[in-house]
């Protein structure tokens, strides 16, 4: 079966750093996709990562390890406004987009 | 502005009637998708279509149905075979099926 595993919940300082890892288990692998979603509201695109590497934009950070079946997410100069359920999806060999079910992410003053 | 537009935001209706979720975009993409999500729950593949006339199943499409008969429009319908219909309805659009999805702001529908 197809699986992909993220932490349900992620508390941090604001200011701070933090690190939101995936780990995927899928038929295949096209790619890796990064969204943001706010509580009631609709995800929105972070990044992709189809390459080995790490991918920066701004304060957020994404990055790949396709033999390891790994990704991580990383914020950094975490806002207020940063609090968030972050999900992980991956474009498998069909193309279609296996979705985790996010992490909680709870930013404290 | 483009964007895709989903309406109504919340919805109730009684158990046993059909109801139709619409989504409309002007981004101008071939591939549109209904999803829905559950408290706890990635989001689960209903339906999608890469193009106009033509659409797929997805994971759980058991109890709903959708048509495309314009590139714009993507509709949903849950039907009265939907067990637990309950849930918050997102449709998105990308230009193929291999971008990254934009997203509508969702519909929230609650089957009393």
């Known amino acids: 079966g197809q699986n992909i595993d993220q932490p349900t919940e992620m508390t941090a300082t604001e200011g701070a750093i933090v690190q939101i890892n995936c780990t995927y288990q899928?038929?295949?692998?096209?790619?890796l996709f990064w969204y943001q979603q706010h509580a009631g509201e609709a995800p929105t695109f972070l990044s992709y990562?189809?390459l080995d590497g790490l991918e920066e934009k701004g304060r957020f950070s994404s990055f790949l390890s396709r033999s390891k079946g790994y990704s991580y997410l990383l914020l950094k100069e975490l806002q207020m406004k940063d609090s968030a359920s972050y999900l992980c999806?991956?474009?498998?060999?069909?193309?279609?987009?296996?979705w985790g079910a996010g992490t909680k992410l709870i930013i404290k003053p | 502005d483009g964007g895709i537009t989903q309406s109504p935001k919340y919805l109730f209706r009684k158990e046993g009637q059909n109801v139709t979720l619409s989504c409309e975009q002007n981004?101008?993409?071939?591939?549109m998708y209904w999803y829905r999500q559950d408290p706890g729950q990635g989001l689960r593949l209903i339906y999608y279509?890469?193009?106009?006339?033509?659409?797929q199943k997805g994971d759980i499409a058991e109890g709903y149905s959708v048509s495309r008969e314009k590139k714009e429009s993507f509709p949903l319908t849950v039907t009265s075979a939907q067990k637990n219909p309950t849930a918050f309805y997102l449709c998105?659009?990308?230009?193929?099926?291999?971008?990254?999805?934009?997203f509508g702001p969702g519909t929230r529908l609650t089957v009393l």
């Open positions: 998105a659009s990308s230009i193929e099926e291999y971008n990254e999805q934009f």
């Open positions: 981004l101008n993409h071939d591939a």
């Open positions: 279509s890469q193009i106009v006339n033509d659409f």
């Open positions: 899928t038929s295949g692998f096209n790619g």
């Open positions: 990562n189809v």
């Open positions: 999806a991956v474009l498998d060999s069909n193309y279609q987009l296996i």
